[in-house]
């Protein structure tokens, strides 16, 4: 699989996060992703953050300064229009993914 694809799969779970929420900060997706594969996914901070900038760059997610629930100051990112389309063109190339990763593995 190209580094793309794999940046794709990282876009796919940040946004489909982002879709099932109003906000979430930072930390939050990535317990969310975790919780939600029964910890099978985990993301590296390395990974979320510029992926976070570059989505939000890209207009996909904007972010506001908020509390969280411990009264700590974090950046909460929610889904914008933009990044609701996106989301429909990544699970789209998601599932072509799945199939064709399944058409070889029929025959291997």
């Given at each position: 699989?190209?580094?793309?694809?794999?940046?794709?799969?990282?876009?796919?779970?940040?946004?489909?996060?982002?879709?099932?929420?109003?906000?979430?900060?930072?930390?939050?997706?990535?317990l969310?992703?975790?919780?939600?594969?029964?910890?099978?996914?985990?993301?590296?901070?390395?990974?979320?953050?510029?992926?976070?900038?570059?989505?939000?760059?890209?207009?996909?997610?904007?972010?506001?300064?908020?509390?969280?629930e411990?009264?700590?100051?974090?950046?909460?990112?929610?889904?914008?229009?933009?990044?609701?389309?996106?989301?429909?063109?990544?699970?789209?190339?998601?599932?072509?993914?799945?199939?064709?990763?399944?058409?070889?593995?029929?025959?291997?």
């Amino acid at each position: 699989m190209a580094k793309n694809d794999l940046q794709g799969t990282l876009d796919l779970l940040i946004l489909k996060s982002l879709a099932q929420t109003s906000s979430m900060h930072g930390y939050g997706i990535v317990l969310h992703i975790e919780k939600v594969s029964g910890e099978l996914l985990r993301i590296e901070e390395g990974s979320l953050y510029p992926a976070l900038h570059r989505m939000e760059q890209n207009l996909w997610i904007r972010s506001t300064w908020a509390l969280t629930e411990t009264n700590r100051r974090a950046k909460f990112y929610s889904l914008t229009p933009t990044g609701r389309k996106q989301l429909a063109i990544a699970e789209k190339s998601w599932e072509q993914t799945v199939k064709g990763v399944q058409a070889v593995m029929r025959f291997a």
